[in-house]
């Protein structure tokens, strides 16, 4: 058990005939890509799914996030209210999009976008604001959509932790005007690699359409300038196999969950995100808080566990708003909670066939 190396995440896959047989058409049609007969199957198993009106399929996630936010076509340099605790993704994807980040603080209970600062940061450049469900908590979508109908901005939310969850008996894609979903093979429900923007308005899917196909409408005619961020069938097909699978993996991951926190409870300093009962969860992750009152630090918990072969992650940290890349560039509140929780925050390994030993092993690591 020692010597076993253990992973923050392992890849959910159908069994191996399955993906096998279910590819096998492939080798008559010839048809690898293109919006063929899987990627259109796969958009309309997610709809319904995810209890969303429309969905447009995605190479990746990031691209999704990419060209949702493209496709509201703002004006250069405008500014876009999100939050520096998330994958660096969120703000690469803005900023891609030659608009200017203003990082917003999160709230500790739950690591969301804080709705009560969000106001003082808008100005007249404003135009959206790109909120994360992080580790699939619910941002506060009544408060943030109020705030949006009074400034007359977007919301697009990155909900790429958020698949399955559901708010209020609603799917978490119907809130806002765009919420942009990962099929990263480290993510809940896998494509290998794909994503998805899910949304109501259907000018939106002409938009994705275009963007996501070099704006092609007609064998000599293109309409928009567009890059390319197909998902292909190879990958729709494995999201089609995962997707059989996922009430099963929901149900396991659930169990887990129960689990590790009923053994962690014991350890003096070890917390976790407040529970939220009108959230249906998707148990994506297993993020913990190490208090002030945990015998280590964060980082020294990393390091012990690392010793024993645990891989833990520090997600996030550091903010995005600290990269390299965006230091110091780009405007902010005082980002104190997301500061301290981006220093006590420790992802666990979880996913579906993590075993219960497994969770013991790492329960007594850390109680030692
Ligand atoms: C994974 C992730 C993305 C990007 O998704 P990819 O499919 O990896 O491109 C964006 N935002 C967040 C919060 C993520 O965790």
Redesign the pocket.
Known sequence: MANEKILVTQSSMPPYEEYIEAIKPLWESHWLTNMGTYHKELEEELKQYLGVPELSLMV????A?EMAIQAFDFPEDSEVITTPF??V??THAIVRNRLKPVFCDVKMSDGTIDETKIEDLITEKTVAIVP?H?YGNVCNVEAIQEIADKYNLKVIY?A??AFGVKYKGVGIGNYGDASVF???AT?VFNTI???AVAFSDHKIYEKLYNLKNSGIRGEELVVAVGANAKMNEFAAIMGLCNLKYLNHAMEERKMKDAYYREKLRQIQGIQFFEDDLEIEKNHAYFPIIVSDDYSMTRDELYDRLKENNVFSRKYFYPLTSDQACFRNKYKKCELNNARWLSKHILVLPFYEKLEMENIDHIVGIMKD
């Open positions: 990746n996630g990031h691209m996030l998330t994958f993704s969120t994360v992080v990155d790429a932790h990962s099929f990263h993510k690699e794909g994503g």
